[in-house]
């Protein structure tokens, strides 16, 4: 299960507004599987249906992890548009086994997310707590 707390949780929405109409995308970074870095990257595909993440951005993000001692959690991005769960591409293009899918959606007036494993095929929902 994830933990994901509740100012990082709002520190991740608050990127995804902030990108808004454009797909954001990210790292989240913490220790035994609780979150406690969000490291927002800039998508080089400026698009609101796919995304890629700055390779330079993403390089930094990751020294920056491990300068820290933590672990890369998860890598998250938004669906402006739904849906709720990884698309076909995100399963296509998944390059780092073991490591989360975080999918932020908007969700009514407000917007959730959902947490995945992404195998060689599909994926599997995982749980996540807000504490
Ligand atoms: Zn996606």
């Known amino acids: 299960m994830l933990i994901v707390p509740e100012y990082f949780y709002k520190e991740t929405i608050d990127y995804v507004v902030s990108t808004l109409p454009i797909e954001a995308c990210g790292l989240l970074a913490g220790l035994d599987m609780e979150v406690s870095r969000v490291y ?16 330079f ?14 672990e890369l959690l998860a ?21 780092y086994p073991g490591v ?7 969700d009514g007036e ?15 929902e995982v749980k996540w707590k807000l504490v």
């Open 40 to 55: 927002s990257v800039h998508n080089i595909l400026n698009s609101p249906l796919r995304y890629s993440m700055d390779p």
């Open 110 to 124: 407000s917007w959730n997310m959902r947490v995945f494993q992404i195998n060689a095929e599909s994926y599997e």
């Open 57 to 70: 951005g993403q390089l930094n993000a990751m020294l920056a992890i491990e300068k820290l001692g933590l």
């Open 100 to 106: 989360l899918s975080v999918i932020v959606f908007p």
């Open 75 to 95: 890598i998250f991005h938004s669906h402006p548009q739904g849906p709720d769960h990884p698309s076909q591409t995100d399963i296509r293009e998944f390059l």
